[in-house]
């Protein structure tokens, strides 16, 4: 099977989790993202310093994020860029959810599964994902093209300064 990679993804071995963390991982999860294959175990962030802060709380917790610059139990996937460390566990890339190919998605699975299926969070649905329709502003660029508005509970609300839309930023406070 598959996890969906959205926005910058935090996969981790489901059998490290089991083995390895002291307490329980849906008690740090902090947000509505988490899917599992019940081989990897993937949780969504929007921003870098959300992605970090949760890694650094899975380490805390008895996880290894990297040794030697490879990932050991946990990987950091970028939807459009993939692994964003060397992984010698998982497979990335995208799948078609419908016969015409107009739903990709990006995925990843344990390296060597045969299955195609893919796990998405409770209540996922293409319409309202970022597969569906995100828009990525690099960190070092937030300041020349998004004007920050507001904060409402716990989404960064901007001004995107070329379209005039407002843009949306789930942030989790982790």
Same mark, same amino acid.
Not at 16 to 36: E, H, M, R, W
Not at 39 to 60: I, K, Y
Not at 100 to 107: D, L
């Given at each position: 099977? !598959? $996890?969906?990679?959205?926005?910058?993804?935090?996969?981790?071995?489901?059998?490290?989790?089991?083995?390895?963390?002291?307490?329980?991982?849906? !008690?740090? $999860?902090?947000?509505?993202?988490?899917? +599992?294959?019940?081989? %990897?175990?993937?949780?969504? *962030?929007? +921003?870098?310093?959300? +992605?970090?802060? *949760?890694?650094?709380?899975?380490?805390?917790?008895?996880?290894?994020?990297?040794?030697?610059?490879?990932?050991?139990?946990?990987? $950091?996937?970028?939807?459009?860029?993939?692994?964003?460390?060397?992984?010698?566990?998982?497979?990335?890339?995208?799948? &078609?959810?419908?016969? &015409?190919?107009?739903?990709?998605?990006?995925?990843?699975?344990?390296?060597?599964?045969?299955?195609?299926?893919? $796990?998405?969070?409770?209540?996922?649905? *293409?319409?309202?994902? %970022?597969?569906?329709?995100?828009?990525?502003?690099?960190?070092?660029?937030? !300041?020349?093209?998004?004007?920050?508005?507001? !904060?409402?509970?716990?989404?960064?609300?901007?001004?995107?300064?070329?379209?005039?839309?407002?843009?949306?930023?789930?942030? +989790?406070?982790?």
């Amino acid at each position: 099977m !598959s $996890v969906i990679v959205e926005g910058i993804s935090v996969v981790t071995r489901t059998d490290a989790i089991a083995s390895k963390l002291q307490g329980d991982f849906l !008690s740090l $999860v902090p947000n509505q993202t988490y899917c +599992t294959d019940n081989e %990897l175990t993937r949780v969504g *962030f929007m +921003t870098p310093m959300d +992605t970090e802060s *949760f890694v650094r709380l899975l380490t805390s917790a008895g996880l290894i994020h990297l040794k030697d610059r490879a990932a050991i139990d946990i990987v $950091v996937v970028d939807q459009l860029r993939g692994p964003l460390s060397l992984c010698s566990w998982i497979e990335y890339g995208q799948i &078609a959810l419908d016969s &015409a190919g107009t739903q990709r998605v990006a995925v990843c699975r344990l390296k060597g599964s045969e299955s195609n299926r893919v $796990v998405m969070p409770s209540g996922w649905t *293409f319409a309202t994902s %970022l597969s569906n329709s995100h828009k990525f502003v690099p960190t070092e660029q937030v !300041s020349n093209t998004m004007k920050f508005i507001r !904060s409402e509970d716990g989404v960064d609300v901007y001004l995107d300064l070329v379209t005039g839309e407002e843009r949306y930023v789930g942030r +989790t406070g982790a």
